[in-house]
């Protein structure tokens, strides 16, 4: 028999957090971050990482743990949630994985295999030094197919999907050749909102964040190290839009809108996301009536 795991999904600023911990209290769960950012020490208000207080003594795992020199990709989420997952069912506890970032999310339950290379280092320093635009020329040569997966402004996909190419093995075939198999007893949840209401409250949540203090986070972070905009962590929306203003005196009012603007296009990709990869059960969380249905749905699905 699987093992069962609820998961909460859905876009950016859509009430995720809270719907986990309401969720966490009712079924004896404990709940895993399924956001690539909220991991690192330091990141707190750009990534809208929950706080203590938010908590409600509510177990957290993979939140607020790896500095932002360590290295953190969907391999070591991988393995470190599979652990962390069964860990949580030998207690008889439920695991539950909270977050946006999908890919991680899939790869941490279907049957997703990754492959170890050595690293060319020369050939990644010649990547490293090209544009997107060029990245996603190489990359529409060497492994067309890898691109129906890849968005185009996704840098660091499109670097490793041109090197395991150049070592032999395309990204597309890796892909191809698994099932694509639930490894366990899963229970998606999406929480959707009108579309207009949803983009509004992005705006909102921004400015909310200027106002706990995000810009004095991302100062803070960049005095300490001047290298900073080149690492994985400031890749982050809510983060590397801060580049323009520090190394080219963008205005701040600019870089917030550049945030705002780019949430709500990440929140549209989410959806196509979710939409299309996962089997999601979704909720309308402007449904007077949509906590009830859905505590009822998760009910009878761990009665099953």
């Known amino acids: 028999m699987k093992k069962k795991v609820l998961v909460i999904a859905g876009p950016t600023g859509v009430g995720k957090t809270s719907c986990s911990i309401l969720l966490a209290k009712q079924f004896q769960g404990e709940i895993i971050n399924g956001d690539a950012m909220q991991v690192y020490k330091g990141l707190n208000i750009g990534t809208a990482k929950i706080t203590e207080a938010e908590k409600e003594s509510i177990p957290h795992y993979l939140l607020d743990c790896f500095s932002i020199y360590d290295e953190y990709n969907v391999k070591v989420f991988q393995e470190k949630g599979r ?14 994985i909270c977050g946006g970032t999908g890919l991680y999310i899939k790869s941490l339950l279907y049957d997703y295999t990754f492959q170890t290379q050595a690293k060319d280092e020369e050939f990644i320093s010649f990547l490293q030094g ?11 040569h060497v492994d067309p197919n890898a691109l129906q997966t890849i968005h185009p402004n996704n840098r660091q996909r ?5 090197e395991m190419a150049h070592a032999g093995t395309k990204k597309s075939e890796v892909i191809a050749s698994q099932q694509h198999e639930l490894l366990y007893d899963a229970y998606f949840i999406g929480l959707t909102m009108d579309r207009e209401r949803l983009y509004e409250r992005i705006n909102q949540r921004v400015d909310l964040m200027m106002e706990a203090g ?14 900073i905009w080149q690492m994985q962590c400031f890749q982050s929306i809510g983060y590397k839009e801060w580049q323009a203003h520090f190394q080219a005196d963008e205005s701040i009012e600019n870089c917030v809108n550049q945030i705002k603007k780019n949430s709500r296009n990440f929140a549209k990709r989410q959806y196509t996301w979710f939409h299309n990869q996962l089997q999601m059960h979704w909720y309308d969380v402007e449904n007077e009536h949509w906590c009830e249905q859905m505590i009822t749905d998760v009910e009878t699905w761990l009665r099953s």
């Open 83 to 96: 652990k962390i997952m069964d860990t949580i069912n030998e207690r008889g506890s439920l695991p539950i």
């Open 130 to 140: 090209l544009s997107n635009s060029q990245l996603y020329a190489l990359l529409r």
């Open 158 to 162: 499109m670097v490793r999907a041109v």
């Open 214 to 227: 995000l810009y004095e986070e991302v100062k803070n972070l960049a005095a300490q190290e001047s290298d």
